[in-house]
Structure formats: C-alpha cells, structure tokens
T-cell receptor, first 117, second 114 residues
C-alpha cells in the first residue's frame, strides 16, 4: 500500500510556543490531505481538508488561526499549532488521498503525539 | 447529518473463535465505506473499501461485506495478532474541497486471547 510519513512522531512543548507537524506522501502524489486529532479511547475527528495550492477547509469548531495548514506541494502538508496550550495535547494524524487503480483511497500517517506542558 | 455507528464497542474472542463486527450508517449518499485497523499509538492501517451493496472483499482472515444500511467485518479463526481497534468510515459524494472527507465510527476494540 501507499506510504504516508509524519514528523515528528512525538513532541513535547511548553505552553505558548508553536509546533509544526509535517505529513508526506512518500510514493504517490496527493492532491488532498486531511488532518485529524484523536483523544484517548476516542475515534478520529476531522480537523481540516488540505488541497495543494489552495486554502484549507476547516471543520466547524476548529480555529483556523490556531491550527495553520499549508499544502505547498503534492507530497507535503504541514500543520502548525500556534500558541499551544495543554488542551491542545492530543494525537494528530494526517491522511493523504491517492489514486489506486480507478478509485481514490485514503492512507494514514503514523501520527504525532503532542504534549503541551 | 451523516452518522456511523459501530457495534459492539468491545469484543473479546478466544483464538480460533470466529465473529463479526458491525458498522451501521446513515448518509445522504454513499461513495464508499472504508475499514481500517488501528493499533495503540499508531495511525489507522487501510484494510478495505466497499462501494456498492452486495460487494465483498477478503484479506487473509478478514472479509468485509456491504448492504444498503450496514457493513460487516467477518473475522475467521482470529489470532492474538488480530487484536486491535477496527474503525469503519463512510465517504459521501461531495464537490469542491470536501471531496474525500471521511466520517468515522467510534470503533470496535477487538481482543483475541490465546
């Protein structure tokens, strides 16, 4: 299957600082990438949809000024958590949509564990 | 509003004891239904995509089926390494920047005892 990487895999930062998470599709071009967050023992909640070369579309309730998304190329999207606070601590997962045969499949990265102290 | 409900929330099986997981959905229109496996602390691993009622797909001990209202993930003779959280998600037709958006169920935590 297609491979999606995330970096870093875990990060600890102090309250008030910003953190950038990278998501890369390694062996395919992804015109669309998605960012999710997952709290312990809960399912994935979509934060935003990122299309290459255009502004991200945020889900209701997600602060676009706090979670900055950039999709500068067909293989890279970044999520920057600005002025992070402890309540932003979570597991952040990206996915990339790529063509598999005649349909588009969605492949997930390994996730990034963010802890804000 | 699109809704996805998975049952049971947790399932404990003995090794070799076959069973099924259920995913019920209510959507305005289904483009695809996805099954993923997620291990603790990791991202979801793609298993299957089903597109139309009556479709079935198999992979090793797993078989996914789809009807107009629900999908089943059948696990035949499971092994301890099949222990994980199994997630289903639906994708609805949408245009513009919403293309490909998935709505996830809460997942079923499967534990297989040796």
């Amino acid at each position: 299957g297609a491979v999606v990487s995330q970096h870093p895999s875990w990060v600890i930062c102090k309250s008030g600082t910003s953190v950038k998470i990278e998501c890369r599709s390694l062996d395919f071009q992804a015109t669309t990438m998605f960012w999710y967050r997952q709290f312990p023992k809960q399912s994935l909640m979509l934060m935003a949809t990122s299309n290459e070369g255009s502004k991200a579309t945020y889900e209701q309730g997600v602060e676009k000024d706090k979670f900055l998304i950039n999709h500068a190329s067909l293989t890279l999207s970044t999520l920057t958590v600005t002025s992070a606070h402890p309540e932003d601590s979570s597991f952040y997962i990206c996915s990339a949509m790529g063509l598999a045969g005649f349909s588009y499949e969605q492949y997930f990265g390994p996730g990034t564990r963010l802890t804000v102290t | 509003e699109d809704q996805v409900t998975q049952s049971p929330e947790a399932l404990r099986l003995q090794e070799g004891e076959s069973s099924s997981l259920n995913c019920s959905y209510t959507v305005s229109g289904l483009r695809g239904l996805f099954w993923y496996r997620q291990d603790p602390g990791k991202g979801p691993e793609f298993l299957f995509t089903l597109y139309s009622a009556g479709e079935e797909k198999e992979k090793e001990r797993l078989k996914a089926t789809l009807t107009k209202k629900e999908s089943f993930l059948h696990i035949t003779a499971p092994k301890p390494e099949d222990s994980a959280t199994y997630l289903c998600a639906v994708q609805v037709p949408a245009g513009g920047t919403s293309y490909g958006k998935l709505t996830f169920g809460q997942g079923t935590i499967l534990t297989v005892h040796p």
